[in-house]
C-alpha cells in the first residue's frame, strides 16, 4: 500500500474530522462496524470518529486483556461512557494469559497477543457482532517502525500482507494512518477529547507485558503494575516524555530485617523526547530517585534491588521488551 503522510503543518483537523467522517460512512455503508478502545489517544479518537459516522451501528468493545494499569479498564470506560459513547468492557484476562503461558521471547510474547486479540478474543466479538468493518488506530510511525523491522508493533496487519478479510471474515479502516502522534494528538482536542486523553503519555500496545522480562505471569504482572502505579504518583509533574517500571527475571541478593533475601529487580527507565526516535534518560533529581527507590523496595513485595537506566537510545529501545 502507498501511504502519504499528512504532516502536523499541513493537518487542518477540523477538515481532517469531517473527510474521515465521511469516508467511514462510505465503506461501512448501511453495514455494522466494531472497534476496541484503550483509552490511549489514538483508539480514542478512532472511537470519536466512528461514533460520529456510525452512531449506533458502532459497537466499542474496552477489552480487557489483564495486563492494564491500576484501574484502567473502569476509568476508561466511564470517561466515553460520560461523554455519550456507549463502551462495552469485555473481560479477557484468561485467555491472554493462557496465551503466555511459557513464553519468553519478547517477538513471541508480542505474536502471542496480537493473536489473542484479532483471533481469539476480538475475533470472536466481530462474528457474533455481525460487523463486517473494524475500525483500528494505526498511525503513521505504527507502519513505519514496523515496516523497518525495529519492532513489530501489535496493530499492524495488512502492511505484513495479512488479508483480514480472508484470515478474520473482516476489513480493517484505519483512519489515523496518515498521522503521527502529534497530528493525533490535534485531531484529538478538535474533537473536543478531554486533555487527560488528548495529552496522555503513550503506552505501548502490548501493555504490561512490554515491561516483564521472561514470562508474563498473573503475579509478574501484578508487581509491575505495583511500581507502574508509585511511578505514576512519584512522576506525574517530571514533565518526563514516558516512564516505566520494568521487572526483571535475574534476581539479586538483598538484606532484609538481618536475613539475606534472594530478591526481585525493577529498572526504572524516564525519559525525554520528542518523537520516540531518539531519546534520552531524564535527569531526574536523585531525591526523586532515593525515594522510588525506598517507595519500590517496600510497597512491591519481593523487589531488593531497584535501577536507573542511563542509556540513550539509540542503541537502547525505550521499552525494554
Ligand atoms: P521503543 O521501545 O520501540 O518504543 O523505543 C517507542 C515508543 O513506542 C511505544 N509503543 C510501543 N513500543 N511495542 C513497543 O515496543 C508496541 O506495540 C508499542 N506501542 C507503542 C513505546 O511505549 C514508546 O513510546
Not at 491472554?96 to 483471533?119: M, Q, V
Not at 476489513?171 to 486523553?197: D, F, H, M
Amino acid at each position: 500500500m502507498r501511504l502519504r503522510e499528512v504532516k502536523l503543518e499541513e493537518l487542518k483537523p477540523e477538515e481532517f474530522i469531517e473527510r474521515k467522517v465521511w469516508e467511514i460512512r462510505a465503506a461501512v455503508g448501511g453495514g455494522l462496524a466494531v472497534n476496541a478502545l484503550s483509552g490511549g489517544v489514538d483508539s480514542s479518537v478512532v472511537t470519536m470518529l466512528a461514533h460520529r459516522a456510525l452512531g449506533n451501528r458502532l459497537t466499542t468493545y474496552f477489552i480487557d486483556n489483564g495486563i492494564m494499569r491500576e484501574g484502567e479498564p473502569r476509568r476508561v470506560v466511564s470517561l466515553f461512557r460520560s461523554m455519550g459513547v456507549p463502551v462495552r468492557l469485555h473481560n479477557a484476562q484468561k485467555e491472554f494469559f493462557r496465551a503466555l503461558k511459557g513464553l519468553r521471547d519478547p517477538e513471541e510474547k508480542r505474536e502471542a497477543i496480537t493473536r489473542t486479540f484479532y483471533k481469539t478474543v476480538f475475533g470472536a466479538l466481530v462474528r457474533r457482532s455481525g460487523a463486517r468493518f473494524l475500525l483500528q488506530g494505526t498511525n503513521y510511525t505504527d507502519v513505519e517502525e514496523t515496516v523497518a523491522g525495529v519492532k513489530r508493533q501489535h496493530n499492524i496487519l495488512e502492511q505484513l500482507g495479512i488479508d483480514t478479510r480472508k484470515r478474520f471474515g473482516y476489513t480493517v479502516i484505519e483512519p489515523i494512518i496518515e498521522l503521527r502522534k502529534s497530528g493525533v494528538r490535534a485531531v484529538a482536542k478538535a474533537l473536543g477529547l478531554p486533555p487527560e486523553i488528548c495529552d496522555r503519555p503513550p503506552f505501548p500496545g502490548p501493555a504490561l507485558a512490554a515491561r516483564v522480562i521472561g514470562e508474563v505471569t498473573p503475579e509478574r504482572v501484578r508487581l509491575v503494575r505495583r511500581a507502574t502505579a508509585i511511578l505514576e504518583e512519584e512522576l506525574a509533574t517530571s514533565g518526563a516524555f514516558q516512564f516505566m517500571a520494568i521487572l526483571h527475571e535475574d534476581r539479586v541478593t538483598g538484606v532484609r530485617k538481618g536475613r539475606r533475601e534472594f530478591g526481585l529487580q525493577i529498572e526504572v527507565r524516564c525519559w525525554n523526547s520528542s518523537d520516540a526516535v531518539v531519546a534520552e534518560p531524564t535527569r531526574l533529581p536523585f531525591e526523586t530517585l532515593e525515594r522510588l527507590a525506598a517507595r519500590i523496595t517496600t510497597e512491591v513485595k519481593g523487589v531488593v534491588s531497584v535501577t536507573y537506566n542511563v542509556t540513550r537510545k539509540p542503541p537502547s529501545t525505550m521499552e525494554a521488551v
